[in-house]
Protein backbone atom coordinates (compact mmCIF):
# COMPACT_ATOMS: atom_id res chain seq x y z
CA UNK A 1 0.00 0.00 0.00
CA UNK A 2 2.63 2.45 0.88
CA UNK A 3 4.70 1.72 -2.32
CA UNK A 4 1.74 2.38 -4.24
CA UNK A 5 1.02 5.95 -2.62
CA UNK A 6 4.87 6.41 -3.19
CA UNK A 7 4.94 5.41 -6.46
CA UNK A 8 1.50 8.05 -6.97
CA UNK A 9 3.12 10.72 -5.41
CA UNK A 10 6.27 10.61 -7.98
CA UNK A 11 4.20 10.94 -10.83
CA UNK A 12 1.95 13.79 -9.74
CA UNK A 13 5.23 15.70 -8.56
CA UNK A 14 6.72 14.69 -11.95
CA UNK A 15 3.76 16.02 -13.85
CA UNK A 16 3.71 19.12 -11.46
CA UNK A 17 7.43 19.67 -12.48
CA UNK A 18 7.16 19.13 -16.00
CA UNK A 19 3.72 21.23 -16.57
CA UNK A 20 3.47 24.35 -18.27
CA UNK A 21 2.17 27.03 -15.84
CA UNK A 22 1.91 30.40 -18.02
CA UNK A 23 -1.46 32.53 -17.97
CA UNK A 24 -3.03 33.73 -21.03
CA UNK A 25 -3.10 37.70 -20.53
CA UNK A 26 -5.14 38.22 -24.08
CA UNK A 27 -5.29 36.91 -27.34
CA UNK A 28 -6.17 39.69 -30.33
CA UNK A 29 -7.10 39.33 -34.20
CA UNK A 30 -6.18 42.23 -36.12
CA UNK A 31 -6.02 43.72 -39.73
CA UNK A 32 -8.00 41.82 -42.82
CA UNK A 33 -6.61 40.10 -45.80
CA UNK A 34 -2.56 40.19 -45.76
CA UNK A 35 -2.03 42.34 -43.24
CA UNK A 36 -4.30 40.06 -41.08
CA UNK A 37 -2.30 39.30 -37.77
CA UNK A 38 -2.84 36.83 -34.11
CA UNK A 39 -1.20 38.04 -31.44
CA UNK A 40 -1.02 36.46 -27.66
CA UNK A 41 0.62 37.74 -24.58
CA UNK A 42 1.42 35.18 -21.97
CA UNK A 43 2.41 35.90 -18.44
CA UNK A 44 5.17 33.41 -17.43
CA UNK A 45 5.29 31.89 -13.27
CA UNK A 46 8.21 30.68 -11.76
CA UNK A 47 9.07 27.23 -10.17
CA UNK A 48 7.00 27.66 -7.31
CA UNK A 49 3.94 28.55 -9.37
CA UNK A 50 3.98 32.24 -8.66
CA UNK A 51 3.19 34.76 -11.35
CA UNK A 52 5.70 36.46 -12.70
CA UNK A 53 6.47 40.03 -14.04
CA UNK A 54 7.79 38.43 -17.36
CA UNK A 55 5.66 38.15 -20.49
CA UNK A 56 5.91 36.55 -23.59
CA UNK A 57 4.10 37.86 -26.46
CA UNK A 58 3.50 35.68 -29.80
CA UNK A 59 1.99 36.17 -33.24
CA UNK A 60 1.45 34.39 -36.41
CA UNK A 61 0.38 36.23 -39.62
CA UNK A 62 -1.81 35.76 -42.58
CA UNK A 63 -0.55 33.48 -44.95
CA UNK A 64 -0.40 34.78 -48.67
CA UNK A 65 0.62 33.60 -51.64
CA UNK A 66 1.37 35.53 -55.21
CA UNK A 67 1.74 39.27 -55.49
CA UNK A 68 -0.39 42.60 -56.52
CA UNK A 69 -3.70 41.70 -57.62
CA UNK A 70 -2.95 37.92 -57.85
CA UNK A 71 -1.98 37.73 -53.41
CA UNK A 72 -4.22 35.47 -52.36
CA UNK A 73 -4.35 35.32 -48.68
CA UNK A 74 -6.23 31.70 -46.76
CA UNK A 75 -4.91 29.92 -43.45
CA UNK A 76 -2.11 31.27 -41.02
CA UNK A 77 1.89 31.38 -40.94
CA UNK A 78 3.72 29.49 -38.22
CA UNK A 79 3.48 31.16 -34.36
CA UNK A 80 6.68 32.72 -33.54
CA UNK A 81 7.95 34.45 -30.48
CA UNK A 82 8.55 38.08 -31.23
CA UNK A 83 11.99 38.09 -29.38
CA UNK A 84 13.34 35.78 -31.36
CA UNK A 85 10.96 35.66 -34.74
CA UNK A 86 13.04 33.24 -36.74
CA UNK A 87 12.07 30.37 -34.45
CA UNK A 88 8.24 29.04 -35.57
CA UNK A 89 6.19 27.02 -33.60
CA UNK A 90 3.16 24.74 -34.85
CA UNK A 91 0.45 26.35 -32.08
CA UNK A 92 1.20 29.52 -29.16
CA UNK A 93 1.21 26.85 -26.68
CA UNK A 94 4.41 25.47 -27.27
CA UNK A 95 5.82 28.88 -28.68
CA UNK A 96 4.77 30.34 -24.88
CA UNK A 97 6.73 27.40 -23.02
CA UNK A 98 9.37 27.66 -25.23
CA UNK A 99 9.68 31.23 -24.39
CA UNK A 100 8.96 31.29 -20.66
CA UNK A 101 11.77 28.18 -20.64
CA UNK A 102 14.40 30.43 -22.27
CA UNK A 103 13.45 33.30 -19.47
CA UNK A 104 14.42 30.32 -16.84
CA UNK A 105 10.71 30.20 -16.15
CA UNK A 106 7.54 27.91 -17.17
Known amino acids: ?47 TGKKS ?14 TGENKKCSGWQAWQDLRSPSKKYSDWRSAASACCRAKGLR
Open 1 to 47: MIKKIFFALVIVATSVCTANAYQLLSSKELGKNDAKNQTVVVKCTTD
Open 53 to 66: NQTCTLRRYAKCTG
